[in-house]
């Protein structure tokens, strides 16, 4: 499939640039109309995942689209929300599901949820498909985008029939790449943003899991990197962050990939340097496009018209997934 760069112009004269593009829709966007309705079920581990269910008006609807949401984030985000509305109005029955920890409840196992944590997504991808959905499209943004793509290709041999199309937004393929961009000056903001909720959950699970979990360790805790390191390699059996980020890098699993697959990154992301992503990889995929947009910002895109309801991102998504 061919690399697709496109240079028109997505966003607004007054975001100039990445940074403006990505922070002012998670920010000030508000979606409404969508109707959430949650449904919780048992992990393998005995933990626990918090589904978010929204349903087209077609109550018979058979297509069903699963959203992964990014790092920090849960069901409730503008990007989420603006995708739920747009596919639920083509006649898609929308599944959000929010990571261990995330969506407004913490989860009870010792540990948390990472990058490439696929036996989650494909419990929820086998509860979906038992549900009697034939047509299941995934759609995942920034460290869901990574976690959709690892799970396409680690587990192409056995891969549930029933998934048919998979679209990702501002994915960090190059995990380790990203780390270190978010450590630069221009790019601290985000990192603190992340760090100011990883923090306090860390605490929390401190204190229920101290044999597991120090929270002394926290003072070490300067950069993502360092979070990665002294918590999520060795709760989720890494051995440091090298380790996790070598082994759930979606770059690395992309090339086994089958199903018709889109990724959209903006050149001008701030959090994922367009060069770490693995370009010569994917301009030769037989499944995969890769459209490089000139604008969006990292899961931003928002269009330029003020009159736009939807962004961007959500346009292609309805035009990539019609069916």
Excluded at 77 to 94: A, S
Excluded at 181 to 204: D, W
Excluded at 211 to 227: A, G, N, W
Aim: charged share 20%; hydrophobic share 35%.
């Amino acid at each position: 499939m061919p690399l697709i760069e496109t240079d028109s112009l997505i966003s607004p004269y007054w975001l100039p640039n990445g940074h403006f593009q990505s922070i002012y829709p998670a920010l000030f966007r508000k979606v409404n109309g969508v109707k959430y309705f949650r449904e919780k079920i048992v992990t393998p581990d005995e933990d626990f995942l918090n589904l978010d269910w929204s349903y087209s008006k077609n109550t018979s609807s058979k297509h069903l689209a699963i959203l992964t949401h990014g790092l920090e984030g849960d069901s409730n985000r503008q990007y989420m929300l603006g995708m739920v509305k747009v596919l639920n109005q083509l006649g898609y029955d929308c599944l959000a599901w929010n990571f261990r920890s995330c969506g407004g409840e913490m989860n009870n196992a010792a540990r948390f949820y990472h990058s490439g944590a696929t036996e989650d997504l494909e419990l929820v991808i086998q509860y979906a498909a038992d549900r009697g959905y034939d047509n299941i499209n995934l759609i995942g943004f920034s460290l869901g985008g990574n976690l959709t793509l690892k799970y396409l290709g680690e587990n192409r041999p056995e891969l549930n029939q029933r998934v048919k199309k998979a679209l990702v937004f501002s994915v960090p393929m190059d995990l380790k790449a990203c780390s270190l961009a978010i450590i630069k000056r221009e790019n601290r903001v985000y990192m603190h943003r992340f760090l100011n909720t990883l923090n306090p959950k860390v605490a929390a699970k401190a204190a229920l899991y101290p044999e597991r979990i120090s929270v002394s360790d926290k003072k070490l805790v300067k950069t993502l990197y360092d979070f990665d390191h002294i918590y999520t390699a060795p709760l989720h059996g890494f051995s440091g962050a090298d380790d996790y980020y070598e082994q759930c890098s979606s770059m690395h699993f992309v090339k086994d990939i089958t199903v018709p697959t889109m990724i959209i990154n903006a050149k001008n992301d701030p959090i994922v340097p367009f060069s770490s992503l693995p370009l010569e990889t994917l301009k030769n995929h037989k499944s995969v496009t890769l459209v490089a947009s000139g604008e969006g910002g990292h899961c931003g895109f928002r269009p330029s018209k003020l009159t736009d309801e939807f962004y961007w991102s959500e346009k292609r998504a309805a035009e990539f997934l019609k069916f």
